[in-house]
């Protein structure tokens, strides 16, 4: 009688190979994705959470219009509407109205930028007297040149100076503050 003696795997591979089985693979690979799932969520939950400020608002109007004159080819006229604290983009094709986030009210200027600009200092704070009824954004991408004054709560102003090429902020070397 002769008896046959069976070769584990690792035996039929040859000394020092190793390996990971399927099932070993796809429970890594199960819990990968449970984890990012869980990560996705809290993730989502912390930024619903966060308020939003008066320039993000600010921003996301000034977004809007751009990104509507260029969608639609078209010339958009961005307007405040200090009392009834919206924004109004209108372009011949109608009128898209962002009103400000319930409890949320700032007082915001559109401004001139160049000749004829003025400013006037009253108390220890620089006000901004040459106010612009609205301001242009293109079907280019670009806007006209202008400043915005964002009070916000009779707090002391912001203000930001756009880009007219760009329609973002223009951003100032240290010196140049």
């Given at each position: 009688m002769t008896f046959t003696h069976r070769r584990s795997r690792m035996e039929r591979r040859g000394p020092g190979a190793r390996g990971f089985t399927l099932l070993e693979i796809m429970a890594v690979i199960g819990?990968?994705?449970?984890?990012a799932a869980v990560l996705s969520v809290g993730v989502s939950r912390a930024l619903q959470d966060r308020s939003e400020s008066a320039d993000d608002v600010f921003w996301y109007a000034i977004g809007e219009a751009r990104k509507f004159a260029l969608m639609n080819q078209t010339e958009v006229r961005l307007t405040f509407d200090n009392q009834e604290q919206v924004f109004r983009a209108s372009t011949p094709l109608g009128e898209?109205?962002?009103p400000l986030p319930p409890g949320m009210e700032f007082d915001l200027e559109f401004l001139g930028v160049g000749k004829g600009t003025r400013s006037i200092m009253i108390g220890g704070i620089l006000l901004e007297a040459s106010e612009l009824k609205h301001?242009?954004?293109f079907d280019d991408g670009t806007c006209?040149?202008?400043?915005?004054?964002?009070?916000v709560n009779d707090g002391q102003p912001i203000v930001y100076e756009i880009d007219p090429w760009t329609c973002a902020p223009v951003l100032r070397g240290e010196e140049n503050r």
């Open positions: 819990l990968m994705g449970l984890l898209k109205v962002f301001v242009r954004f006209t040149p202008f400043r915005a004054q964002l009070r």
